[in-house]
């Protein structure tokens, strides 16, 4: 992949001082709940005039001195958060991306590439699971060594017991070796599937408020030493003429403050009843050090142009954006190896409300590589 040159950028500002522990992500609240934030970006008055980008930048790397590429990607970031972009890209099939938004980098101060490292569901998360989820009834829980998979049974009607099981996804790209952990009551089908879908969570029919599901899943979250630096991302309300309303609540860890999409979240289903099912992987992070500076926001929709004729259209001619948004994504690489990489995502939908329907569908720049990102993820059935 062709690397986009820098912005002309020739002194360095001053270092940050970083705090050394993870902060919790602020929230805000969308579609009647509260989710983790990042901060938000006034629009200019003027759009972003950038003036065209130097290649001297790129040959002057090697003279830097030491921390050179954390200073650089701290102005890169910090220049980014000042943009308001509107531009629009068009294929050779006449489909486009209109972008019509702010750059949202929050408090993020620094970023950096990590190795993923996928972990296998352990005896301990599942004790803490079944301790935190059935509390007392826990010892209940029968292991069938034959198909191995744990079950509880209420009583002895049909599909009235609880299964816990541990797969390893196969739908869909996902980590080599990704195993996850799922819990679910089985006498319910809840129709996860996007026709199913709410425009968002104030039009639920639930008796319970998306805030009182969310505490609901706190309970589980706080309880499971696995389960450390995660904030609920986003809430899908389900429940489309007259089928059964519930909430998907999706929650991810926070790297340097930034959320981390990987190929499976974790995520609960909640309806009036509790908690009806819960899904979800866990993974461990080496940090890799950055060898060149991040591409800047405006780099990063350059790249988007430059590749336009990759992106995937669907059944739409056009895709809108209504917002850039700095993130880590988790990916697969053509050595073999997954990454947690930075990357400057096009938040799809022109409203708040669309770019949280659409939330687990990814139109991203790997701010590392220039490559596209495009998938959907969440694990939707």
Not at 15 to 42: H, L, M, Q, Y
Not at 148 to 173: F, I, K, M, Q
Not at 350 to 359: F, I, P, S
Request: net charge negative.
């Amino acid at each position: 992949m062709k690397k986009k040159p820098f912005l002309i950028l020739v002194v360095l500002i001053s270092c940050f001082i970083c705090a050394s522990c993870v902060k919790t992500p602020e929230s805000i609240e969308r579609d009647g709940i509260n989710v983790a934030v990042e901060s938000t970006v006034d629009m200019p008055e003027a759009m972003d005039q950038s003036l065209p980008m130097s290649q001297e930048i790129q040959s002057s790397l090697a003279a830097l001195p030491e921390n050179a590429v954390e200073n650089k990607n701290k102005e890169i970031i910090l220049e980014s958060s000042n943009l308001y972009i509107e531009q629009t890209v068009e294929n050779m099939d006449g489909n486009k991306i209109v972008i019509n938004g702010a750059v949202n980098t929050g408090d993020v101060e620094f970023v950096a590439r990590y190795i993923y490292i996928s972990k296998p569901v352990t005896e301990k998360i599942r004790e803490e699971l079944f301790q935190a989820y059935f509390g007392e009834r826990a010892a209940d829980v029968n292991y069938d060594e034959r198909n191995d998979l744990w079950r509880v049974d209420n009583s002895s009607e049909g599909g009235d017991y609880y299964l816990y099981t541990t797969p390893c996804p196969s739908a869909g790209p996902t980590a080599f070796g990704e195993q996850v952990f799922q819990i679910e009551y089985r006498a319910v089908d809840l129709y996860p599937f996007r026709d199913n879908l709410l425009e968002d969570a104030s039009m639920s029919k639930a008796n319970t408020t998306p805030n009182e599901a969310v505490e609901l899943c706190d309970t589980i979250v706080n309880a499971m030493s696995s389960l450390e630096n995660m904030a609920v991302d986003y809430v899908h309300a389900y429940g489309i003429a007259g089928r059964r309303p519930y909430y998907k609540i999706v929650y991810k860890r926070y790297l340097d403050h930034l959320p981390v999409t990987g190929y499976n979240d974790l995520y609960f289903l909640v309806d009036d009843n509790g908690i009806e099912k819960i899904y979800g992987a866990t993974y461990d992070v080496e940090k890799i050090e950055l060898e060149a500076p991040i591409l800047s926001a405006r780099e990063a929709v350059d790249a988007l142009v430059g590749n336009s004729t990759l992106i995937k259209f669907e059944e739409e001619n056009s895709i809108f954006v209504g917002k850039i948004q700095l993130e880590y994504i988790v990916v697969n690489s053509t050595s073999g190896d997954t990454y947690v990489t930075p990357a400057w995502r096009f938040c799809i939908g022109d409203t708040d409300h669309k770019m949280n329907v659409l939330r687990d569908r990814i139109l991203a720049v790997d701010a590392v590589t220039g490559e596209i990102i495009q998938e959907e993820r969440g694990n939707t059935f």
